[in-house]
């Protein structure tokens, strides 16, 4: 089957998309204005969840994959506000930062793993819902479904490998300023 044109374009915009912003994360250090952008889509996506289970009859919050999510999304913006007050906000004394620096790597990576958690069990959730409605277990959209999870698997292994691996800078153990440029 060929690949429209729209669709090529539109992948090629959203992959230039995505190397400027890592481009962007890595060169100026952007993760405050990113951790705000995740912050506000999250409330909307929350908000459409709801939306969408009050106009369907569907009660709110009765899954482990709506729980988890919720809670990663309270935990991220504890980390968020943390962050905020002591990294991005002058007040902060560099003892202060040094010293919390590792515990927020930490608790952000916990908060990043309860995400992919989430994500797995929203894809369980859907499969199990297209299943009985009578959705064959190696149908196309199963294994869509699967593949999408494998995927989002081996990414967060990826990360999680690249965030625990050594570090070969010169602020290895502390707390560095950020770049003004």
Known sequence: MAVPAAAKVARALAASAAALVLLWCVHFRGGFAL??????????????????????????????????????ICLYGIQWVFGFVTFFFPGAAPTLRRSTLPWHVRSGLFVYLLALLAAELGFLEKLTFLQAAGLGKYSSEAL?????????????????????????SEHMHGYSAMRKS
Do not use: R
């Not at 969408?52 to 919720?70: C, K, R, T």
């Not at 869509?144 to 070969?168: E, R």
């Open 35 to 72: 951790s705000s952008l995740q912050i506000i889509c999250s409330l909307v996506g929350i908000y459409a969840a709801f939306k969408f289970h009050n106009e369907s009859g569907i009660a709110n919050l009765y899954s482990l994959h709506s729980w988890v999510g919720l809670g990663t």
């Open 144 to 168: 869509l479904v699967n593949f999408t999870a494998l995927v989002v698997v081996l990414m967060g292994s990826t990360v999680v490998l690249y965030v625990t691996a050594p570090m070969h």
